[in-house]
T-cell receptor, first 113, second 115 residues
Framework: AQSVTQLGSHVSVSEGALVLLRCNYSSSVPPYLFWYVQYPNQGLQLLLKYTSAATLVKGINGFEAEFKKSETSFHLTKPSAHMSDAAEYFCAVSNNAGNMLTFGGGTRLMVKP | DGGITQSPKYLFRKEGQNVTLSCEQNLNHDAMYWYRQDPGQGLRLIYYSQIVNDFQKGDIAEGYSVSREKKESFPLTVTSAQKNPTAFYLC??????????????FGPGTRLTVL
C-alpha cells in the first residue's frame, strides 16, 4: 500500500526566501507523485506531477519538485517566496493502477513580510 | 468554462438529519471522487465512481451514500449514521493521462457544520 509523509505541518519563511516543503513516499512500484495547493476555504489546485519522465518537474507559480528514488522523496521548492504563496500544500501518491490517490497530512506555508 | 461545481458552499444541519451535497462536472470525466478533509489529517476518500451506475467505497464510507446516475453528477448524502459529519467535503473528477496515470481535479468544496 502507498503512503505519504509530509515533514512539518507548519513551515514559516520570509518573503524572498527559499521555500522547501518535504514529502517522502512509500510505494511498492515506481510511483506517480503529485503536489496540490489549497487556499483557505477552496478546493485543491494541481501544482505539478511526476509521471516517470524527467526527475525534475516544473509546475505553476514558480514551484518545482525533484523525484529522488534513492531517498523516496519528492520535495517541493521555490527559490523566492511570495506573500501569495501562503497556503496549505499536499503531496499525494497514486496507486498501481494510476486511478487513486493517497494524500499526506499537508503542510501549511506561512510567508512573513 | 469547464470545471467542477459543488453546492452549497456552506451547509448547516441539525443532528439526526440527512443532507445531500451536490457535485457536478462538465469536463467529460469518467471518474468522480468524494473526499473528507479534517484539520491536520489531509484528505480521506469516502466514495469513488469510475463509470456511470457504478461506485465503490473508499476508506471512510460508513455513514455516507452516493449515486451516479449521470456522468456529470455524483451527489453525496451524509446520513444520520455518520457520527461526526462536521468537515470540509471535496469532490474531484479525473481523466486518464497519457502516462497511464489519472489526474484529479477538484471542486471548491462544501463546508458542513452539524449544529
Amino acid at each position: 500500500a502507498q503512503s505519504v509523509t509530509q515533514l512539518g505541518s507548519h513551515v514559516s519563511v520570509s518573503e524572498g526566501a527559499l521555500v522547501l516543503l518535504r514529502c517522502n513516499y512509500s510505494s511498492s512500484v515506481p510511483p506517480y507523485l503529485f503536489w496540490y495547493v489549497q487556499y483557505p476555504n477552496q478546493g485543491l489546485q494541481l501544482l505539478l506531477k511526476y509521471t516517470s519522465a524527467a526527475t525534475l518537474v516544473k509546475g505553476i507559480n514558480g514551484f518545482e519538485a525533484e523525484f529522488k528514488k534513492s531517498e523516496t522523496s519528492f520535495h517541493l521548492t521555490k527559490p523566492s517566496a511570495h506573500m501569495s504563496d501562503a497556503a496549505e500544500y499536499f503531496c499525494a501518491v497514486s496507486n498501481n493502477a494510476g486511478n487513486m490517490l493517497t494524500f499526506g497530512g499537508g503542510t501549511r506555508l506561512m510567508v512573513k513580510p | 468554462d469547464g470545471g467542477i461545481t459543488q453546492s452549497p458552499k456552506y451547509l448547516f444541519r441539525k443532528e439526526g438529519q440527512n443532507v445531500t451535497l451536490s457535485c457536478e462536472q462538465n469536463l467529460n470525466h469518467d471518474a468522480m471522487y468524494w473526499y473528507r478533509q479534517d484539520p491536520g489529517q489531509g484528505l480521506r476518500l469516502i466514495y469513488y465512481s469510475q463509470i456511470v451506475n457504478d461506485f465503490q467505497k473508499g476508506d471512510i464510507a460508513e455513514g455516507y451514500s452516493v449515486s451516479r446516475e449521470k456522468k456529470e453528477s455524483f451527489p453525496l448524502t451524509v446520513t444520520s449514521a455518520q457520527k461526526n459529519p462536521t468537515a470540509f467535503y471535496l469532490c474531484a473528477s479525473s481523466r486518464p493521462g497519457t502516462s497511464g496515470v489519472d489526474t484529479q481535479y477538484f471542486g471548491p468544496g462544501t463546508r458542513l457544520t452539524v449544529l
